[in-house]
């Protein structure tokens, strides 16, 4: 499964770079296949593993709030393999082709 979240702090002031640093660290320390862009963080992995990744994250970035917000989309897929690098190049390829 792919998951891709988005965890934000609240009560922590203007500006969460912080700890939201701190979920990064925890989905890479991990060791699962990620990606974190501006608005979204992916992780690729096995339910389980992936949704323990997630919800440390969330303590780790919620360290210090009062309240934390979490948005979260699955890709569940049976057999997938690399989905994270599929999907975008498949798109890419695509995009090639035009």
Known sequence: MIVAFSVTPMGVGESV????????RVVRESGLPNRTD????SVEGEWDEVMDV??????AAGQGASRVSLTL????R???VDGLSHKVDAVEEHLRGS
């Open 17 to 24: 770079a912080e700890p939201v640093a701190e979920a990064v």
């Open 78 to 80: 049976e057999g997938m």
């Open 38 to 41: 501006a608005m979204f963080t």
């Open 54 to 59: 997630v919800r440390r994250a969330v303590e």
């Open 73 to 76: 989309k699955a890709d569940i």
